[in-house]
């Protein structure tokens, strides 16, 4: 058998020369040592085989004249043949378990495919070819074998964890079918929670009612009693039934209105005698009264640029000298002072964009009383976007409103683009932009903006429609260039409200469709109307109930007399005319406290609100109870009523804060009246006063003033006297 030369240094140890190696080329030496010889050979034959290498280092040698050197390799030759020949006989032949046995020593290894690939080698080195052959088929089966195994233990693992991931989702769609079921379980359990308390509430109310006193039965009773129908007398002999009834809210009720009026009679009685005496004293038929327009631009002649504080002391001081006293001194006494406002007027004007001059310019144009738009005039809009309001878009009155209440910053505060299109042009106003070089924009917060006129008075503007946006409406918007728009609001029932706005936002015109398509107008300010002379109104605020849905007095009968405040009272009712005759403009009884004042009001003492909060809590909303009924019969005798929510501050923070604020209690006491009691939102109209009308004259923190107001301003309205 031959052995290959598996080491060049096994050749040089059998070929035991003792020539010393030297360092010249090969072809350059004229002797070979050992190392040369084998290289040489190696390299000339291609081959490791010892004998082969061999045979060829002896002919080398003998090439060379080196004739012991051949001899010496030649012995070794012959000897390691030799040796072989007798290794062969006396060993046993190679079989697979020697090979196995050699292989494992040699490799120090147990690994299946390493050893058998050695046992191969040694099998075929053994002249066993066939059986080398046999062990490396096995060894290859057996690598196939293994990767179709690793293969399908892949993917049996995939089917495993597919297998895992269906029943994990199984579960929890299991877990969530089940939850949904529990929900669904405890959703039905509380709504029949609900609708058993609902129904044990309305017993207990049908009982309590039927027990309870009513307004009309205690009337009749003090009437028969005191054989009179003094509104004074009998309202103080009501208020007693009621209190001996248990009912003491109404008879609080009774005796505020009652205390209300007789102030307000005393003060009727003193202007009467000041109009009797100045009657006696021959009137200047050239002498007209002096308007708060005329004031304002006389002491802007006079004093030129002052702050607004002087300007409206002058103000002031003008109409007292020309006899409107009472004027004088409201207008002294409401004179909130705005830091925030001080402020973004000593920042000068922004440069504005394209976008918020145009819109500053139709805003300027709406704040000076152009009605007349192009939405009111029927033309063509150049935008309709139509929208159904999700519940998630609408705010609940028990919700906070989640914007500022003012922001100043000149770059609007980080408006988002969802608040900026909330408010339509009013969202690009900028902080600090002149509107008609009279108004300056001192807050905008996304919902609301506040402006300052040029005589230091606040005003705030938003969307008169906001409250009209109920879950489930389908609006439909008319966008026109001058910035007016026209929407239709369509309700699940069928019925239809449609508004026209100017680009400030402000209602123009609101028409109720009923679905059977009767029509009824409940706001107009679209028309020309005649300017308001203050000093020709009455002089004190009438905050008695008398002759209204809201006068706990109501069913107590007045006669005709000469008694001026109750004659304003009952032309409320339609029982007399009119004080004044001329009816008036929305903006108008908004804007102007000395016409609103005759209108009927509610103060709403049973709802106030946490300082710097606009929510009302559940628990408070059911102290409206009473004036919803009131609000709710009145709207049943006539759709057309209006009534105006008027939204109250405390003193303390800034005049323009408060004004946002007390704007957003008014919404929110809305909100109240329809999700509770179901008042219409389109009978309402909000409006917020700040801390102008204070309840408790304190300029601390005072919950009483924290409050709301409603007033029944039908009979003020051109609506009214159109219908």
């Known amino acids: 058998m031959r052995r290959p030369v598996s080491h060049l240094a096994a050749i040089c140890a059998s070929l035991a020369l003792a020539v010393p190696p030297v360092t010249l080329p090969l072809h350059a030496q004229e002797r070979l040592n050992r190392e040369q010889a084998i290289q040489l050979c190696v390299e000339k034959t291609g081959s490791r085989d010892r004998q082969t290498v061999g045979a060829c280092v002896v002919e080398e040698f003998e090439a060379r004249g080196q004739q012991g050197a051949a001899d010496e390799a030649r012995r070794i030759l012959e000897q390691e043949a030799a040796d072989a020949a007798a290794a062969e006989e006396a060993a046993p032949p190679m079989d697979r378990d020697r090979a196995i046995q050699i292989c494992r020593e040699r490799l120090e290894s147990d690994d299946r495919q390493t050893v058998g690939a050695c046992v191969a080698d040694e099998l075929e080195a053994a002249g066993q070819v066939e059986q080398a052959q046999r062990v490396r088929e096995v060894l290859a089966e057996e690598r196939r074998q293994a990767a179709r195994a690793a293969q399908e233990a892949r993917e049996a693992e995939e089917r495993r964890q597919a297998e895992e991931a269906r029943a994990a989702e199984d579960r929890r769609q299991a877990e969530q079918r089940a939850a949904e079921e529990a929900r669904a379980a405890e959703e039905r359990r509380q709504a029949e929670q609900r609708a058993a308390e609902a129904e044990a509430e309305a017993a207990r109310r049908a009982a309590e009612e039927a027990s309870r006193l009513t307004r009309d039965e205690a009337i009749r009773i003090c009437?028969?009693?005191?054989?009179?129908?003094?509104?004074?007398?009998?309202?103080?002999?009501?208020?007693?039934?009621?209190?001996?009834?248990?009912?003491?809210?109404?008879?609080?009720?009774?005796?505020?209105?009652?205390?209300?009026?007789?102030?307000?009679?005393?003060?009727?009685?003193?202007?009467?005698?000041?109009?009797?005496?100045?009657?006696?004293?021959p009137p200047d038929p050239d002498r007209m009264p002096l308007t708060r327009e005329a004031a304002l631009e006389a002491c802007r002649a006079e004093l030129g640029q002052v702050r607004r504080t002087t300007l409206r002391a002058c103000i002031a001081d003008k109409?007292?000298?020309?006899?409107?006293?009472?004027?004088?001194?409201?207008?002294?006494?409401?004179?909130?002072e705005s830091r925030i406002a001080d402020e973004v007027a000593q920042r000068g004007e922004p440069e504005l964009t394209e976008a918020e001059r145009q819109a500053a310019e139709?805003?300027?144009?709406?704040?000076?009383?152009?009605?007349?738009?192009?939405?009111?005039?029927?033309?063509?809009?150049?935008?309709?976007?139509?929208?159904?309001?999700?519940?998630?878009?609408?705010?609940?009155?028990?919700?906070?409103?989640?914007t500022t209440a003012v922001v100043t910053d000149d770059d609007?505060?980080?408006?988002?683009?969802s608040q900026k299109l909330a408010l339509g042009a009013l969202g690009a106003l900028a902080v600090g932009t002149l509107l008609s070089n009279r108004n300056r924009v001192v807050s905008n917060s996304g919902d609301r903006v506040v402006v300052q006129r040029d005589d230091g008075d606040l005003q705030v503007l938003k969307d008169d429609d906001a409250l009209l946006r109920q879950p489930g409406s389908n609006v439909r918007t008319e966008n026109f260039e001058d910035g007016s728009t026209r929407t239709t609001f369509t309700r699940e029932d069928g019925s239809k409200v449609v508004t026209i706005r100017d680009a400030s936002l402000r209602v123009l015109r609101r028409t109720l469709i009923e679905p059977n398509g009767?029509?009824?107008?409940?706001?107009?300010?679209t028309r020309e109307v005649a300017p308001v002379d203050v000093s020709q109104l009455p002089d004190q605020p009438v905050v008695a109930r008398a002759g209204?849905?809201?006068?706990?007095?109501?069913?107590?009968?007045?006669?005709?007399?000469?008694?001026?405040?109750?004659?304003?009272?009952?032309?409320?009712?339609?029982?007399?005319?009119?004080?004044?005759?001329?009816?008036?403009?929305?903006?108008?009884?908004?804007?102007?406290?000395e016409v609103r004042a005759l209108a009927p009001a509610f103060e709403v003492a049973d709802v106030t609100f946490a300082s710097g909060s606009a929510a009302i809590a559940p628990e408070?909303?059911?102290?409206?109870?009473?004036?919803?009924?009131?609000?709710?019969?009145?709207?049943?005798e006539n759709p057309r009523e209006v009534f105006l929510i008027e939204g109250h501050t405390d003193a303390v923070g800034d005049a323009a804060y408060n004004l946002a604020l007390s704007d957003r209690r008014a919404e929110s006491?809305?909100?109240?009246?329809?999700?509770?009691?179901?008042?219409?939102?389109?009978?309402?109209?909000?409006?917020?006063?700040?801390?102008?009308?204070?309840?408790?004259?304190?300029?601390?923190?005072?919950?009483?003033?924290?409050?709301?107001?409603?007033r029944q301003i039908t009979g003020l309205l051109r609506t009214a006297a159109a219908n």
Do not use: H, W
């Open 223 to 281: 009437v028969d009693r005191l054989n009179t129908r003094d509104r004074q007398i009998v309202g103080a002999c009501v208020a007693d039934e009621f209190e001996a009834a248990g009912q003491t809210r109404q008879a609080e009720r009774v005796r505020t209105v009652l205390a209300e009026e007789a102030a307000a009679a005393e003060a009727a009685a003193a202007r009467a005698a000041q109009a009797q005496a100045e009657a006696e004293t």
């Open 319 to 336: 109409l007292e000298e020309d006899g409107q006293i009472a004027v004088a001194e409201r207008i002294r006494a409401n004179l909130p």
């Open 362 to 402: 139709r805003a300027a144009g709406a704040l000076d009383g152009q009605a007349a738009t192009a939405a009111a005039a029927g033309g063509a809009s150049t935008e309709v976007v139509e929208e159904t309001v999700a519940l998630g878009e609408v705010r609940s009155s028990a919700d906070d409103f989640d």
């Open 412 to 417: 609007d505060g980080g408006l988002s683009r």
């Open 518 to 525: 009767e029509e009824f107008v409940l706001i107009d300010d």
């Open 548 to 593: 209204s849905a809201l006068d706990p007095l109501a069913g107590l009968g007045v006669a005709p007399s000469d008694d001026p405040l109750r004659d304003a009272l009952m032309r409320e009712a339609g029982l007399t005319s009119p004080a004044v005759d001329r009816r008036f403009s929305l903006a108008q009884v908004r804007n102007i406290p």
């Open 620 to 636: 408070q909303a059911r102290n409206l109870t009473d004036l919803a009924r009131l609000v709710l019969e009145a709207i049943r």
């Open 669 to 710: 006491l809305a909100l109240a009246l329809n999700e509770y009691f179901g008042v219409p939102v389109e009978n309402m109209v909000v409006q917020g006063y700040g801390e102008q009308f204070l309840k408790v004259q304190t300029l601390g923190d005072e919950r009483a003033n924290r409050r709301a107001t409603v």
